[in-house]
């Protein structure tokens, strides 16, 4: 990988991350349309991630700490274990369960089978389907943040899981599942950065160790993209959470049926290889 090609792919993951569009996908089809065809593989993608969870980091700088602070007072006896934060704290750290025990049972698959790209053309077909349903019936008449409970945290945590699937997204799954348990459009989304910022820290680090082996990219490019991919990623959390305030996710739904349909004619017509 050039580092042109890691500029470009920086730009890509930064831009889609938060979206719920599916960066994995993203990175993987344009990585084979515009280098050598080749995918810049489950390390890379994950890796940089990074750049773009460390812009939520630094977006919900405030909120993180806070709860972190009041999480691990409340554990050692210094603050009241039935504040919204501490809940909101131990809600993120079970509902990241899922995606870590089924990340680890099916990590073969993750970085081999499930990266072929009619998986991914049927979950971004899928999941744009499953989207605009949420949107649609979602009461939103659950409250903020603060008042999610156990057992929705809990369900969170495997819609979040669901995204190890290349074309799924992190986001939409996330924020699907929070539409249809009946939170509001922001509540869903600010819910789905805060749960991805242990699995993604998590899948980031523990595929560190596959940079530069075999034919994943070498150190330069990754830092590069990850570097990138967190001030576009940063703008773009901005962005979003603006736009749902006042805006519903068809604009999304749109967008990942017509990727859908190109991405299948690629395939169909050999520009792209399954």
Same mark, same amino acid.
């Given at each position: 990988m050039g580092w042109l090609d890691a500029i470009i792919l920086g730009v890509v993951q930064g831009l889609t991350e938060f979206l719920p569009i599916s960066s994995s996908a993203h990175v993987s089809i344009v990585g084979q349309l515009f280098f050598e065809g080749r995918d810049p593989g489950a390390a890379f993608t994950a890796v940089t991630q990074l750049g773009t969870e460390t812009a939520v980091l630094v977006y919900f700088w405030k909120d993180i700490t806070r709860?972190?602070?009041?999480?691990?007072?409340?554990?050692?006896?210094?603050?009241?274990?039935?504040?919204?934060?501490?809940?909101?704290?131990?809600?993120?750290?079970?509902?990241?369960?899922?995606?870590?025990?089924?990340? @680890? &049972?099916?990590?073969?698959?993750?970085?081999?089978?499930?990266?072929?790209?009619?998986?991914?053309? +049927?979950?971004? =077909?899928? /999941?744009?389907?499953?989207l605009a349903i949420a949107d649609h019936v979602g009461n939103r008449n659950r409250g903020q943040l603060e008042d999610l409970t156990w057992k929705h945290g809990i369900l969170l945590g495997f819609f979040q899981a669901a995204a190890l699937i290349p074309g799924v997204s992190r986001s939409g799954a996330t924020i699907s599942g929070g539409l249809f348990l009946g939170y509001d459009r922001p509540t869903a989304t600010r819910y789905a950065f805060l749960l991805a910022v242990p699995a993604v820290f998590g899948s980031g680090l523990y595929k560190l160790k596959d940079i530069g082996?075999?034919?994943?990219?070498?150190?330069?490019?990754?830092?590069?993209?990850?570097?990138?991919?967190?001030?576009?990623?940063?703008?773009?959390?901005?962005? @979003? &959470?603006?736009?749902?305030?006042?805006?519903?996710?068809?604009?999304?739904?749109?967008?990942?049926? +017509?990727?859908? =349909?190109? /991405?299948?004619?690629?395939?169909?017509?050999?520009?792209?290889t399954a």
């Open positions: 709860i972190i602070k009041r999480w691990c007072l409340a554990l050692v006896g210094k603050h009241p274990k039935d504040d919204p934060d501490v809940r909101l704290g131990w809600l993120v750290i079970v509902g990241s369960i899922p995606i870590v025990v089924l990340g @680890l &049972l099916f990590q073969d698959a993750i970085d081999t089978s499930l990266r072929n790209l009619w998986v991914t053309v +049927a979950m971004l =077909a899928g /999941v744009a389907i499953i082996a075999d034919e994943s990219a070498a150190w330069g490019p990754t830092i590069v993209a990850t570097l990138i991919s967190f001030f576009v990623g940063y703008a773009v959390i901005a962005w @979003l &959470l603006r736009y749902i305030s006042t805006h519903n996710f068809r604009l999304f739904v749109v967008y990942r049926l +017509a990727t859908a =349909a190109l /991405v299948a004619v690629l395939i169909l017509t050999g520009v792209l």
